[in-house]
């Protein structure tokens, strides 16, 4: 089982260049999240995915797109990126149920930089 | 989403209790109170959830008095490897994940 995983984990992009980060999850899980992280502060969420065929804006969507492929992915993708999106991202999912409803699993990070 | 309040850093010593406590006055009836830790370089990790009263595992304990207008986490007989950010987050369940994550607290262990 190897919960949630990320690629790339680390991606040096120069400014207006496009790229797409993957995320996957094999644990059956309905619910989907993309967050970003800058120094020092707390994770802030871009998007998610409630349910399979579902998307949704977080609090900082502008200047992303997502994708859910199927129930196992989630893709994020920066179509002109920014030095504004120096970043690390995280992928999480959860199954949202039960008295566990607010359980996230994250992923190990993308660290992003764009010169 | 209810706003969150918590102590920016805490220190303290190998084997003591630490106690970190989270203010949420506006939390809502159907907000559950949750607890995550992050180390560095590593996604963040669920630690314990709560409605009221007092929750335990073992790793961790949660007290929500009866207002349920702050929490307190609480970890026994830390060790080095405790030393990491931890965020109270206040939210429901019905609210498909907008989690929001405050600054957390940092805490420090020292042999």
């Known amino acids: 089982n190897a919960g949630v995983t990320q690629t790339p984990k680390f991606q040096v992009l120069k400014t207006g260049q496009s790229m797409t980060l993957q995320c996957a999850q094999d644990?059956?899980?309905?619910?989907m999240y993309w967050y970003r992280q800058d120094p020092g502060m707390g994770l802030r969420l871009i998007y998610y995915?409630?349910?399979?065929?579902?998307?949704d804006k977080g609090e900082v969507p502008n200047g992303y797109n997502v994708s859910r492929l199927n129930k196992r992915e989630f893709s994020l993708r920066l179509e002109s990126a920014a030095p504004s999106q120096t970043s690390v991202y995280f992928c999480a999912s959860s199954d949202r149920t039960g008295r566990r409803g607010n359980e996230q699993y994250f992923g190990p990070g993308t660290r992003l930089t764009v010169t | 989403l209810a706003k969150t309040t918590q102590p920016i850093s805490m220190d303290s010593y190998e084997g003591q209790e630490v106690n970190i406590t989270c203010s949420h006055n506006?939390?809502?009836?159907?907000?559950?109170i949750t607890w995550y830790q992050q180390f560095p370089s590593q996604g963040p990790r669920f630690i314990i959830q709560?409605?009221?009263t007092k929750v335990t595992n073992e790793v961790a304990s949660l007290f929500i008095p009866a207002d349920r207008k702050s929490s307190t986490l609480s970890l026994p007989r830390v060790s080095l490897s405790d030393t990491a950010v931890y965020y109270c987050?206040?939210?429901?369940?019905?609210?498909?994940?907008?989690?929001?994550f405050g600054a957390g607290t940092q805490v420090v262990v020292t042999p």
């Open positions: 644990m059956n899980h309905n619910s």
């Open positions: 506006n939390i809502a009836t159907n907000d559950y």
């Open positions: 987050l206040v939210g429901s369940t019905d609210s498909w994940g907008k989690l929001q």
């Open positions: 709560g409605y009221k």
């Open positions: 995915s409630a349910s399979e065929g579902t998307t």
